[in-house]
């Protein structure tokens, strides 16, 4: 009897082991198979935005270099981007919903939300830096406004007259006009926000109902082309190899002015180490394309160098520093 229960435990054990070599080995095999269906890509800005755009095309790059992996784009625009960032946040952490988004998400929000639905650092894990994404000043084509001198005297001497358009309050095109309000004399500009973001508020600029806007090339550079818009200067510290011709802020004003943000790649917190790794492998392996840089390049969002995950945290870290200052002079809140 003794025998037969030695026997039987003996039977159970082995069962045990078994079983957990299955799940092991399933496990395994689970994490081996991602991606095993389609890769969700949430945009928090309106379709025809400048990160709507960049994210379309790292879309392409992570499904090439997961092996042929499906990533759809889904745009959910709203509240400066907060909307889409936190149906991430909200999301399984398994990794196939991520979020495409900039600094207005990471770094910007939570200086001016103080009730923000998400908190970054709690819940989002970095995967990459993929641009810089630096802005331009515009007017209308027809505008009797000719030169960033020009805009300073106009505001000046008739603000109630004038106003500027933005993404969203808090996102970087908000305080990026309202740092140059602020630099104009006119600091109570009128503010318009649009929730249809870019091709809203380029919409209005055109038509002379707004007076000013900011957005990168990809967004304006083809309306400056075609004569629909008139480009006053660039937002960032140095002039682009795109449009070389166009003088940044800083030197006209003769002090420093650089609002450049950038886009990155972020998974929902609790999202498996080995699945943030393959998907941050991704993007630098297809950085290393040398069309891709210069297709980046050209829409006047340069690539941004190649960093670890360690680096890329450390980046997104002094990211928030650097944005605390220009909210602050910005004294934008909600």
Known sequence: MHSTRRNFLGSLASL????????????????????SRAIKLIV???????????????????GKQLGGATVIVDNR????????????????????????????????????????????????????????????????????IRSFQDLGARVRAAPDRHSYGSNGVGANSHITCKLIANRLGVPNLLHVPFKQGSQGVMSEV???RLTFAVDPWSVVGPLVRSGRLRVLGATGSKRLSV?????TLGEMLHQEFDTTTWSGLWAPAGTPADIVTRLHEGIAAGRKNAALATQFEELGTPLMP?????QVNTF???????????????QITV
Do not use: C
Request: glycine share 8%.
């Open 16 to 35: 045990s082991l078994a079983a957990s070599g299955v799940i092991r080995s399933g496990h395994a095999m689970a994490q081996d198979r991602y991606p």
């Open 44 to 62: 928090p800005f309106a379709p025809g935005s400048s990160t709507d755009i960049a994210a379309r095309t790292w879309g392409d790059v992570i």
């Open 77 to 144: 625009a709203g509240a400066g981007g907060n909307i889409g960032a936190t149906a991430v946040a909200r999301s399984k952490p398994d990794g196939y919903t991520l979020l495409y988004s900039t600094a207005t998400t990471w770094a910007i929000a939570p200086l001016i939300y103080p009730d923000l639905a998400y908190q970054p650092t709690r819940d989002f894990l970095p995967v990459a830096v993929t641009t810089t994404v630096p802005t331009f000043l515009v007017v209308g084509g027809d505008s009797d």
């Open 206 to 208: 055109m038509a002379g």
């Open 243 to 247: 449009a070389p011709e166009i003088p």
């Open 306 to 310: 190649d960093l670890s995950l360690q």
């Open 316 to 330: 997104m870290k002094q990211e928030v520093d650097r944005w605390q200052v220009m909210v602050k002079e910005a």
